[in-house]
Each structure stands twice: as C-alpha cells, then as structure tokens.
C-alpha cells in the first residue's frame, strides 16, 4: 500500500529507528548483479588477400552485469523500516512492537500502559479551541477566552502571560487532534507539532504512536497547547482543567473528558 502521510514526526522516526539499526545512514547504497543475454561474437579468417573477419550475433551468449545505485534516506523510506520492523518484533513476541488494535475495550484500556506502542484507525478532528489558540493570542489570548467563560483571571495573570508570549514568540505551535472510535470506547488527545503536518488531519485515517499518558472516566484534559504552557508544573494544569469543567460542565469545546489515551504521534496516513 501507498502511504499518503498527513503528519510524520522525522525526530521520531529516527529515534526509534536508530534504536532498532544501531545507527543512521545518511545514504543507502544498492548493489545490484545479474546477466544480460545477447552480444556479438566474431571469427576472423585468413587466405590469400586480406583478412576477412566474419561478425555474428550470438544471441546465446550471457553477460554478468553489476549496479550500484546511492540513494537518499527520506524519512517515509525510514519510517516505512521502522514500522516493518516494529510489526515483525510484535509477531516475535516483543513487547516494544507495534500493537495493532482494531477497537479499545475497558479491558484494553486497562491493560494498555505508557510506552506501547499502538496503531489503529479513528476518525480525526482538530477543535476550534486548539486551532485558533495555535495561530493566534497563545496564552495571553487563553487568558481572555478563560475569563470570558467564568475562570477568575487577574490583572496579574493577564500581565504574567504578556511576558510568557513575549519570551515564548517563535516558539513551534502545536495543534491537539482528538480521535474517536466508537462511542463507548476512550478518545484519544492527539498532540501534533505544526512542522510536521504534511496534509489535512481531519476524517478517518490510520495513526501510529506511543502511549504517553492514560486517564480515566470523570477526568478531563484541554483541548490546546499553550507557548509557555509548559511553565505551569502538572498539579496548576490539572486544576485549570478541572476549573473550566466545575464552571462549564455542559461546554467540552476547551475539554476532552475521560477516558482517554494520549499518545506521541509518529505518523498519521491514508
């Protein structure tokens, strides 16, 4: 099959990839050796008066030929080894090969954890929320949109994401993809870094990538990723969502509910 890849993250590729190899190439060299049938073959005569030399087709005769290409190292040339080599190491029984998954029971999600890796095929969106806040405003315009929706945000809030936006600009944006299976099954929160993206994420499509995070039924994680969000420890992000669920409890445009599966996204195609 043809891959056409909507997001392909080089850095991971290559990671997981030099793992398995010991190593990356930056060329592969491709020598090639067979036998070409066809040639000519020639009699010379002698006599009086000149030599003659009689050519002839041989159409018998065989030729061993030998080909070395070099040819560039893509990432799809990469990525398409890695997963190869990632499905043969799951047949062999080891653990860090590629699952694949065709639905996620509650008793899958159970046994899932962080670090395996999973492929399956959902359908895929990007929220307003996530698009909007990676283009434009960062968390100095999430601090609006917050405010707007209840959240108690101060001058000095305001203020302290002035500076964040103003150290965080040029900083490499990152879109949050949901992917929904069934109805009953848990969404996955997709973090998709914008250099990466090679097409239209939305609709169905296959998505490989590595299990960083799990949560469960009553929980909620955001629906963006902030410049500067980083700053915020794990215990204040986690509350900021469970604010914005307290104050909104029927609005999930900001909020993923649980469960859930958050992965590392190495590649997403058709």
């Known amino acids: 099959m043809f891959r056409e890849f909507l997001y392909l993250d080089g850095n991971l590729t290559d990671q997981f990839l030099a ?27 002698g006599g009086i008066g000149p030599a003659k030399v009689n050519v ?47 639905d996620i029971s509650e008793q899958t999600f159970n046994e899932l954890t962080s670090g395996t890796i999973i492929a399956l095929t959902c359908d895929l969106e990007i929220s307003q929320i996530s698009s909007l806040l990676s283009r434009s405003g960062g968390l100095a315009g999430f601090m609006e949109l917050a405010a707007t929706m209840g959240a108690d945000v ?50 169905d ?5 590595k299990i960083s995070g799990k949560w469960p039924k009553g929980e909620y994680r955001p629906l963006f990723d902030l410049p500067g969000g980083t700053i915020m420890n794990r215990r204040q992000r986690k509350a900021l969502a469970k604010q914005i669920a307290r104050e909104n409890p029927d609005d999930n445009d900001m909020l993923l509910g649980g469960p859930g599966i958050t992965l590392s996204v190495l590649a997403i195609y058709r």
């Open 154 to 203: 101060t001058d000095e809030d305001r203020r302290q994401a002035n500076q964040i936006a103003a150290l965080t600009t040029g900083d490499e944006s990152t879109l949050i993809a949901q992917g929904y299976l069934d109805d009953d099954q848990p969404v996955l929160a997709l973090p998709l870094k914008s250099s990466w993206i090679l097409g239209d994420i939305e609709g």
């Open 19 to 45: 793992q398995i190899e010991g190593g990356l190439a930056a060329e592969r060299r491709i020598k090639q050796t067979g036998t070409r049938k066809g040639g000519f073959g020639g009699d010379l005569g």
């Open 56 to 102: 002839k087709a041989d159409k018998s005769s065989e030729k061993a030929i030998e080909e070395e290409q070099t040819r560039l190292d893509t990432t799809p040339a990469r990525y398409d080894r890695l997963e190869s080599a990632m499905m043969e190491m799951h047949q062999e029984g080891n653990p860090y090969g590629l699952n694949e998954l065709t």
């Open 205 to 209: 499509a296959r998505v490989v990538g």
